[in-house]
């Protein structure tokens, strides 16, 4: 560690997530200055770590993404400060009488909850590195900076769980979390090779932890309820999730848990079949393809559906719901659901005709379909942000679902799937895993999920449209087309690009504006924070070798709420 130069110590990447840390802190109210503090431990621990890992190969049986740096600063920072912007925001609300002290409480929860996944799963990497440094004092300072990072840090979560009541509960609650990140992101690195970062798998597994968590805490909830006739203390912290939330909740993550016993269903099969066909491919196939249509169906229609009325009291079958849902509004939503395919026909058709016969490379190619969101999204998030909350969960389902298929080659659809896809990779994408589709379709839905309920900057929902749709799109095309000067001597990103994608966000959100001035909240968000926004997550797209589309949304985000 000592021997790192300052020139290797501060590149451009770390450089811009710096920035968007610093100004996050400089928003900080007092009453969040303990959540800061953790914050700047975390960043710390984890560029001491990120250091450690690029300089280190006691890690080489983790097989990362090629071309890709280690990307664990940001990987380890992003949730936590986007956590921590939701709670500066959540706190003017509450300043102004606008959410209730519970629901302050539980999203800190959570932001704790995010600290202690990201900062254990650090010290799990920070063991691993250990063992394989340049001396013996460089071990040593290693092992003291690493412990005094333990110190503080469990030391700061101590202070939190006093704050209050509960504090076991609480330092439970976010043992259980760090627990979780490691075994899932281990989980992740040995299951697809080659697939992504540490930091993208850092990323990736803390969100869905804390999403599990989510959909455990619900469920605790009602059985505790249901046994006592009680409430369970520590949901005191909770709120009431609206019915799509859940809805979505369920679908996804029952998707997710289906994978584990799809594997085993599957694998049994397999078995069968070898015994009892004699080598009769075609037969074992379609049985594989019976199997997994008819639990893909148990679950999708008695499994899922019976966890959500468990949990919320639907008055009737959650599917029997979204019928009604869409049919409150037929004309405008069904003519919406219309234009979309109407929209995805004609362009992918495009495309695909396109990326067959055409020598474009695929990175342009691609930015087609950010354009896409655009053209499908902006007009939704205006007209109809509650059924486009709902048909984000119904794309991710879909997108998941047919991933499922393409991965274990389920028949007759799983090589089609496969070969269609792989018309749209590029090099960030492999056989094993297609990320890049279910990235754009997050980046530009969590921004507008995160944005339900109080919200006193109009521009927080447009966060994954303006910034991926327009933005990334537009900086890839200029940049490709005219830009001279690059940002380092290694990577393709130019500043002409960089500063074509910062001012096509900015003139989306002058276009913007009008609608904004109708709300009533336009006055709330100034032309110095927009542009520090916009710069901010335009030089993050410049500088990072990680996958934008999972980034660039959440930074941008994080800084419009401030």
């Known amino acids: 560690m000592a021997a790192v130069s300052f020139s290797q110590l501060l590149n451009g990447e770390r450089a811009v997530v710096t920035l968007f840390i610093v100004i996050v802190l400089f928003s900080l109210p007092l009453s969040l200055l303990l959540h800061g503090v953790a914050l700047s431990l975390l960043a710390i621990f984890a560029l001491s770590v990120e250091v450690r890992v690029e300089t280190s190969t006691s890690l080489s049986q983790f097989k990362t993404r090629a071309g890709a740096s280690s990307g664990i600063l940001l990987g380890a920072v992003t949730l936590p400060t986007f956590m921590l912007s939701k709670l500066i925001q959540q706190s003017r609300a509450f300043s102004l009488h606008q959410v209730h002290h519970g629901e302050l409480n539980y999203l800190a929860l ?14 799990v990497l920070c063991l691993f590195t250990l063992d394989n440094t340049r001396s013996h004092s460089c071990e040593a300072w290693n092992s003291k900076f690493g412990l005094v990072c333990f110190v503080i840090g469990a030391a700061l ?13 609480k330092l439970l609650w976010v043992f259980f979390h760090g627990f979780a990140a490691v075994k899932l992101v281990q989980h992740l690195l040995n299951a697809f090779p080659s697939c992504v970062s540490f930091g993208e798998a850092l990323l990736v597994t803390v969100g869905l932890v804390l999403y599990f968590g989510d959909m455990l805490a619900n469920t605790i909830e009602k059985l505790y309820g249901y046994m006592t006739s009680s409430e369970l203390v520590f949901m005191q912290y909770g709120f009431r999730r609206s019915e799509i939330g859940i809805i979505i909740q369920g679908l996804l993550l029952g998707l997710l848990l289906y994978l584990v016993v799809l594997k085993y269903l599957l694998h049994g099969w397999d078995g069968f079949s070898r015994s009892t066909y004699s080598g009769a ?10 199997i997994f249509f008819a639990s893909l169906g148990f679950l999708i229609v ?10 919320q009291d639907f008055d009737m079958h959650p599917l029997l719901w979204v019928v009604r849902f869409v049919f409150r509004e037929p004309v405008k939503r069904l003519s919406l ?20 016969n055409s020598k474009i490379e695929r990175i342009l190619l691609r930015k087609y379909y950010h354009l896409m969101a655009v053209l499908m999204f902006l007009p939704a998030v205006i007209l109809q942000p509650k059924f486009l909350d709902l048909a984000f969960g119904a794309a991710l389902a879909v997108f998941l679902t047919l991933e499922i298929i393409r991965v274990w080659r389920i028949w007759p659809l799983g090589q089609l799937v496969h070969e269609f896809m792989n018309a749209f990779t590029d090099h960030r994408d492999s056989d094993l895993l297609i990320v890049s589709h279910f990235s754009l379709l997050l980046g530009c839905a969590l921004p507008i999920w995160m944005s339900s309920g109080y919200n006193d900057r109009p521009l927080a929902p447009f966060a994954g449209i303006l910034s991926l749709g327009i933005g990334d799109t537009m900086a890839s095309m200029v940049g490709h087309k005219y830009g001279v000067l690059r940002w380092s001597k290694t990577g393709k990103k130019t500043i002409e690009g960089t500063a074509a994608g910062i001012t096509s966000v900015l003139a989306a959100c002058s276009v913007l504006f009008p609608h904004l001035a109708s709300t009533g909240y336009f006055l709330t968000e100034h032309w110095i924070s927009l542009l520090l926004a916009v710069t901010v997550s335009g030089l993050l797209e410049a500088y990072t070798a990680q996958l934008d589309n999972a980034f660039i949304p959440l930074v941008f985000y994080s800084l419009l709420c401030l």
Do not use: D
């Open 337 to 356: 659901c219309l234009y979309w395919v109407c929209v995805i026909y004609l362009s992918v058709l495009r495309f695909y005709n396109i990326s067959k």
């Open 157 to 169: 979560l101590f202070l939190y769980s006093t704050i209050g009541v509960h504090a076991i509960w």
């Open 110 to 123: 959570q932001y704790w909850a995010a600290f202690g996944s990201c900062f254990t799963v650090l010290m």
């Open 302 to 311: 008695v499994i899922i559906p019976s966890w959500m009325q468990f949990v």
């Open 281 to 290: 491919r075609i037969c074992s196939e379609k049985g594989k393809s019976l």
